[in-house]
């Protein structure tokens, strides 16, 4: 990376700039439109709402340019609690620079050190193996709708085996 970038907590007065990111990233603003709804919903965990930011100069400590985002918000695999990861963004001006990972591996790190036991994503089954995420098929995890096998993936994060049954997502996912 060409500058010093900050991973952090989304800190409050962020949602305009997060959703920012959001609609740069995405062709179409429901992934924006996700994250607000999320946000008003029980399954919101401040603490895991994770971004990236390029400090600017003469600005209060912690804020700066937001250029990436990862979201983790309760579901439920059967009736255990569990995380589901959506969405990971990246601005196009930034992306290919590893800033997705970082605040990827530091919004499963947060959720760690908050004792959380396991994580759930749909997403590119090249992408995600690099964070210990696995097929969820493996684990007796399914989806509440048809999805892709290699797309639907799980992660341990207590290093006990996640939890097996069918997700429940957050009402806003539209589950």
């Given at each position: 990376?060409?500058?010093?970038?900050?991973?952090?907590?989304?800190?409050?007065?962020?949602?305009?700039?997060?959703?920012?990111?959001?609609?740069?990233?995405?062709?179409?603003?429901?992934?924006?439109?996700?994250?607000?709804?999320?946000?008003?919903?029980?399954?919101?965990?401040?603490?895991?709402?994770?971004?990236?930011?390029?400090?600017?100069?003469?600005?209060?400590?912690?804020?700066?340019?937001?250029?990436?985002?990862?979201?983790?918000?309760?579901?439920?695999?059967?009736?255990?609690?569990?995380?589901?990861?959506?969405?990971?963004?990246?601005?196009?001006?930034?992306?290919?620079?590893?800033?997705?990972?970082?605040?990827?591996?530091?919004?499963?790190?947060?959720?760690?050190?908050l004792g959380e036991r396991a994580v759930v994503v749909l997403g590119h089954p090249a992408y995600y193996p690099r964070f210990g995420f696995t097929p969820a098929a493996r684990h007796g995890i399914t989806a509440p709708f048809d999805a892709p096998a290699d797309a639907?993936?799980?992660?341990?994060?207590?290093?006990?085996?996640?939890?097996?049954?069918?997700?429940?997502?957050?009402?806003?996912?539209?589950?």
């Open positions: 990376m060409e500058r010093d970038v900050v991973v952090r907590v989304a800190a409050a007065g962020e949602e305009a700039a997060v959703r920012g990111v959001l609609l740069a990233a995405f062709p179409t603003p429901l992934e924006a439109d996700l994250v607000d709804a999320l946000r008003a919903d029980p399954a919101w965990i401040p603490a895991l709402s994770r971004v990236a930011a390029y400090p600017i100069e003469g600005r209060i400590a912690g804020r700066g340019r937001v250029v990436a985002h990862a979201l983790l918000t309760r579901c439920h695999i059967g009736d255990v609690p569990a995380l589901a990861l959506a969405p990971v963004a990246v601005v196009p001006a930034e992306q290919r620079r590893g800033l997705g990972t970082l605040v990827v591996e530091d919004a499963l790190a947060t959720a760690r050190g639907l993936m799980a992660l341990s994060l207590d290093g006990t085996p996640p939890p097996r049954g069918v997700i429940r997502y957050a009402p806003p996912f539209g589950g």
